[in-house]
């Protein structure tokens, strides 16, 4: 049974920080892309970072270079997202991704607000 189990979300002030996880089960990780989405309120899906299966090589949407970071331990079937400088913009709930067969995880709420 495929699962991407995302965590991490919540309420952040301006500024500050979250990282979030996602836990996969049930697929070979290691040979699967995986990348995060994000999703705001009456908008479409956005891409926001990916990672490649192997050698690490990153790249991320405009918006949240400098401040977000991408990475992956395949040992724990884990990837993560680390979110710095967040700001009321990056309010959405955010998705876990393996891009290979197309897995989604069930999202997690992220609300930056003062």
């Known amino acids: 049974q495929v699962q991407l189990v995302e965590s991490g979300g919540g309420l952040v002030q301006p500024g500050g920080s979250l990282r979030l996880s996602c836990a996969a089960s049930?697929?070979?990780?290691?040979?699967?892309?995986m990348s995060w989405y994000r999703q705001a309120p009456g908008k479409g899906r956005e891409l926001v970072a990916v990672?490649?299966?192997?050698?690490?090589?990153?790249n991320y949407v405009d918006s949240v270079k400098g401040r977000f970071t991408i990475s992956r331990d395949n040992a724990k079937n884990t990837v993560y997202l680390q979110m710095n400088n967040l700001q009321p913009e990056d309010t959405a709930v955010y998705y876990c991704?393996?891009?290979?067969?197309?897995?989604w995880g069930q999202g997690t709420q992220v609300t930056v607000s003062s």
């Open positions: 991704h393996a891009e290979l067969n197309d897995y």
């Open positions: 049930g697929f070979f990780f290691s040979s699967h892309v």
């Open positions: 990672i490649a299966s192997v050698g690490g090589r990153t």
